[in-house]
């Protein structure tokens, strides 16, 4: 069974700093996908990035980036000149290739401040 | 850009009824999910459905749920005698085929039993 683990209930960072989100997962396979979504005041789900376990290449999209560590089972988020509008519950999440059900995290609460 | 409706968006129900939720899935995809988050905790699987069966479901998915393609658009989850408990946001989600694909998420439907 996959766990996901975040550690930081909630974040804060000035606008335009760079912000790292924390997670940690546990899986018995070898190839997985992880994801980071957001989820805003609106309560959506968005996905903001996501990576295959099998990549050592750390996924990049446009302002996020994230940092995987495999052989640590780490998968943080760094948001780099942080908005207003990043203002979000930011949950990570993991999906194993075998199975369909995405594994989540208890979520980052993450505040931009101006 | 295509988008996963669900309605409604609030629900209000006293315990015992039955409720039904509705989602439609992107046009082209092929799977279909149900999540639910229970205010302040986790976002957790439900179930899956592909090719006109559940797929995968957790065991929070009990004999009270059921979920249904009826027509080819519509992707419902029906609670057959809601519970307190049941008090949660609910997600459908669907993607266009498995592997790193992304699932996309509705806006979510918020159901209270009362």
């Given at each position: 069974a996959q766990t996901v683990t975040q550690s930081q209930p909630e974040m804060s960072v000035q606008e335009a700093e760079t912000v790292t989100l924390s997670c940690t997962y546990d899986t018995s396979e070898n190839n997985y996908y992880l994801f980071w979504y957001k989820q805003p005041p609106s309560r959506q789900m968005i996905l903001v990035i996501r990576q295959e376990a099998y990549k050592q290449q750390n996924a990049t999209e446009n302002r996020f980036s994230v940092n995987f560590q495999k052989a640590a089972k780490s998968f943080s988020l760094k948001i780099s000149d942080s908005q207003l509008g990043d203002t979000a519950m930011y949950f990570c999440a993991s999906r194993e290739t075998s199975g369909s059900r995405l594994t989540f995290g208890e979520g980052t609460q993450l505040t931009v401040n101006p | 850009e295509p988008e996963v409706t669900q309605t409604p968006s609030h629900q209000v129900t006293q315990m015992g009824q039955e409720v039904i939720l509705r989602c439609v899935p992107i046009s082209n995809h092929l799977y279909f999910y149900w999540y639910r988050q229970i205010l302040g905790q986790k976002v957790e699987f439900l179930v899956s459905f592909y090719n006109n069966e559940i797929s995968e479901k957790s065991e929070i998915f009990d004999d009270q749920f059921s979920v249904e393609r009826p027509d080819g658009s519509n992707f419902t989850l029906k609670i057959r005698s809601t519970k307190l408990e049941d008090s949660a946001m609910y997600f459908c989600a669907s993607q266009t085929?498995?592997?790193?694909e992304t699932q996309y998420f509705g806006p979510g439907t918020r159901l209270l039993v009362l």
């Amino acid at each position: 069974a996959q766990t996901v683990t975040q550690s930081q209930p909630e974040m804060s960072v000035q606008e335009a700093e760079t912000v790292t989100l924390s997670c940690t997962y546990d899986t018995s396979e070898n190839n997985y996908y992880l994801f980071w979504y957001k989820q805003p005041p609106s309560r959506q789900m968005i996905l903001v990035i996501r990576q295959e376990a099998y990549k050592q290449q750390n996924a990049t999209e446009n302002r996020f980036s994230v940092n995987f560590q495999k052989a640590a089972k780490s998968f943080s988020l760094k948001i780099s000149d942080s908005q207003l509008g990043d203002t979000a519950m930011y949950f990570c999440a993991s999906r194993e290739t075998s199975g369909s059900r995405l594994t989540f995290g208890e979520g980052t609460q993450l505040t931009v401040n101006p | 850009e295509p988008e996963v409706t669900q309605t409604p968006s609030h629900q209000v129900t006293q315990m015992g009824q039955e409720v039904i939720l509705r989602c439609v899935p992107i046009s082209n995809h092929l799977y279909f999910y149900w999540y639910r988050q229970i205010l302040g905790q986790k976002v957790e699987f439900l179930v899956s459905f592909y090719n006109n069966e559940i797929s995968e479901k957790s065991e929070i998915f009990d004999d009270q749920f059921s979920v249904e393609r009826p027509d080819g658009s519509n992707f419902t989850l029906k609670i057959r005698s809601t519970k307190l408990e049941d008090s949660a946001m609910y997600f459908c989600a669907s993607q266009t085929r498995t592997g790193l694909e992304t699932q996309y998420f509705g806006p979510g439907t918020r159901l209270l039993v009362l």
